[in-house]
């Protein structure tokens, strides 16, 4: 049995975001991690001011060590896990015990990564579990909007960090059409100004500056 | 049960996986442990469980007819059965429940009775937890996964499916629901028990709630969904009675549902357990509860308590002054393990400071002999050691009928000097076997 509060609705879509945020940090930390085998530098001076966090990084190693794992910092990927981790433990009886599992075992493989001097292969595992993750959820998940709620989350939060870093641009309008498909499943009411700007570059093709359409995908729903 | 063992440490891999924790603040800061699982279950064989299991409902349905009583006509108290003073003083004892029968008349719907086995075979009621007994996910979800990682285990040795827990919370509420949703009510993700109440909302189809999705309107308890907002039948609360409506107890509860008591007072709505069940669970009451079997039920008690003394009393209290050495002393307002002090293990000093505390304060403490029980085997690496062990039962009363789940938490110290059991004092669990021979 199940039924959505308000305040699950907040945690449903930020489990979403969060999730999403896990996968696609991690993914770009590890080409990082790839890059710095050869010898190559890190630009994360223009990382951090994309993302907007504070750089307190000292040299490349530095970054890529502490923005996966700083436990202190909100703003690591292992402040991001324990927080996807967080929203899906007050959702056990919506999404289901043995999805939940997959957020913990993403939750275990972040904190081995931590701890490993080679954590590729853990990272790996991150991705893996969000991924069954998402399989499971979509099976589990009886009520719809529930499951509309967290996929506009992990929508919102895709196109957030792609405009953010300038990420997979290509796929960008599809993405946009995506949310905009998805925004209708869900009983979140959007933000009428921001949803404007969405349609004009989704619907339209319109060319919209990338401050203010960043600011419409992330100030489309008050949750 | 040899190839159980050698899974166990699947098992506590699958224990991981699902998230099986519990959480205790230290120095101010919350910490989540896993709940340390040993492999080696205890077995209680069929004869034995069919005693076990009488003793336990006759047990529980006196206690719910004390609980009746005492809120309303006190037939047991002016009979003299039991002293007005145990249970005015007791802190269990809420005025705010005077006069005040709950739907159907259940008060104490999950009951934790806690026992152990002593070495006369024998076993003994250590005490009753009327409140918010806690507990049953953890051999809940143990079963499922020991039964994946050893399904040969369970092929072979008749064990009692527990698995129907989930169902049997379920009856007991559908019970007593007044016509609405089940409701687990939480005090949130930072509790000790998060991950037994998320559980348990899943496994009884309940829906999970905290402070801010319920709210009463005109004696009324109701959900905020996105769906409109839902009448509540039943609430299962996982949270203490002084911060379950902050306009009848504590005030500054940020955690409770005000007006609640108006919705409960009413009927409207059932919440298990009822309000005001700490009188019957309080250490000094535990006492009396063989005189409740016999006054209520005219039956003799089937299950044991420790032999206990009440230093109320002039006579008890003479000898528990006198051998304040070798009994075990409990001071009535605590819980969870605290507040118990085995005189044996006081020096000279701590034993004069304990013997003016209870002249001063006899009703604050109550004394029993310290029961030689039955250590249980568990594995410490790759080595088999005994360990003192004990059991909570839980027995779930609904409108028409009172059962025992069969099986229960076995609780282990994993200090080899200590009695305390409790997971917030580093104790570990184990699955309980009821054979079906």
């Known amino acids: ?223 | 049960m040899n190839d159980l063992i050698r899974h166990a440490q699947q098992i506590n891999q699958q224990l991981a996986r699902y998230g099986v924790k519990f959480g205790i603040y230290k120095n101010g800061e919350f910490h989540e442990r896993l709940f340390p699982f040993d492999a080696i279950p205890r077995v209680i064989t069929a004869r034995e469980w069919d005693s076990l299991e009488k003793g336990l409902i006759q047990r529980v349905n006196a206690l719910n007819l004390f609980l009746k009583d005492v809120y309303g006509e006190k037939r047991i108290i002016a009979d003299g059965v039991v002293p007005e003073d145990f249970v005015y003083r007791s802190p269990g004892y809420l005025p705010q429940c005077e006069g005040i029968v709950p739907v159907k008349g259940v008060y104490s719907h999950i009951s934790g009775i806690d026992l152990v086995k002593g070495k006369d075979g024998v076993w003994y009621i250590l005490e009753d937890n009327l409140r918010i007994p806690s507990g049953a996910s953890y051999p809940l979800i143990a079963r499922e996964l020991c039964r994946r990682c050893s399904p040969d285990t369970f092929r072979h040795n008749g064990v009692l499916d527990n698995r129907n827990y989930g169902q049997l919370l379920r009856r007991t509420m559908d019970s007593v629901n007044t016509g609405g949703i089940n409701v687990v009510f939480t005090p949130g993700r930072y509790n000790a028990a998060y991950f037994e109440h998320s559980y348990l909302a899943e496994q009884a189809g309940a829906v999970l709630a905290e402070a801010g999705d319920l709210y009463v309107r005109d004696s009324v308890l109701y959900y905020r969904s996105t769906q409109g907002d839902q009448r509540v039948g039943a609430v299962y609360r996982r949270v203490s009675d002084e911060y379950m409506d902050p306009l009848t107890f504590e005030a500054s509860s940020l955690i409770g549902i005000p007006n609640l008591m108006a919705a409960y007072r009413a009927g409207n709505v059932a919440v298990l357990n009822a309000f005001g069940n700490g009188v019957a669970d309080d250490k000094g009451i535990y006492y009396f509860v063989p005189k409740m079997i016999r006054y209520y039920l005219k039956e003799e008690p089937i299950l044991c308590n420790a032999p206990t003394y009440l230093p109320f009393y002039e006579e008890d209290r003479k000898y528990v002054l006198d051998h304040m050495d070798t009994l075990v002393i409990k001071d009535v307002a605590e819980a969870g393990g605290y507040g118990v002090v085995f005189g044996s293990k006081l020096t000279c000093e701590q034993l004069s400071d304990l013997r003016n505390t209870i002249l001063a304060q006899p009703r604050r403490f109550i004394a029993q002999e310290a029961i030689d029980f039955q250590d249980l085997p568990i594995m410490e690496g790759e080595e088999q050691v005994e360990r003192k062990a004990d059991l909570r039962a839980f027995v779930l009363s609904g409108a028409d009928e009172t059962v025992v789940w069969p099986s229960g938490l076995t609780r282990f110290s994993r200090n080899p000097d200590s009695f305390i059991v409790n997971s917030s004092q580093g104790g570990g669990f184990k699955d309980t076997w009821i054979l079906s021979r």
Request: glycine share 6%.
């Open chain 1, 1 to 223: 049995m199940d039924t959505v509060t308000l305040s699950k609705q907040n945690r449903l879509f930020w489990l979403g975001r969060y999730a999403e945020r896990v996968y696609t940090t991690t993914q770009y930390m590890m080409k990082q991690y790839d890059h710095l085998i050869d010898g190559g530098t890190v630009d994360y001076g223009t990382f951090c001011q994309k993302m907007g966090i504070p750089c307190v990084y000292d040299s490349g190693d530095d970054f890529c060590r502490r923005y996966l794992f700083d436990s202190l910092s909100p703003y690591s990927v292992r402040s991001s896990v324990e927080a996807m981790l967080g929203n899906g433990m007050v959702l056990r009886e919506t999404i289901t015990s043995p999805t939940l599992a997959y957020l913990q075992m993403a939750h275990t493989a972040m904190e081995l990564a931590a701890h490993s001097e080679a954590p590729g292969v853990e990272l790996q595992w991150v991705l893996d579990d969000i991924m069954a993750f998402r399989g499971s959820f979509d099976d589990s998940v009886e009520v719809e909007t529930a499951r509309n709620i967290t996929k506009a989350g992990g929508m919102v939060e895709r196109i957030s960090l792609m405009l953010r870093l300038d990420w997979q641009l290509e796929r960008l309008d599809r993405e946009l059409q995506k949310l905009m498909n998805r925004l209708y499943k869900t009983d979140l009411t959007p933000e009428k100004d921001a949803l404007d700007v969405i349609t004009r570059r989704a619907v339209g093709g319109e060319d919209i500056d990338r401050v203010l359409l960043l600011n419409s995908v992330e100030g489309l729903f008050r949750v």
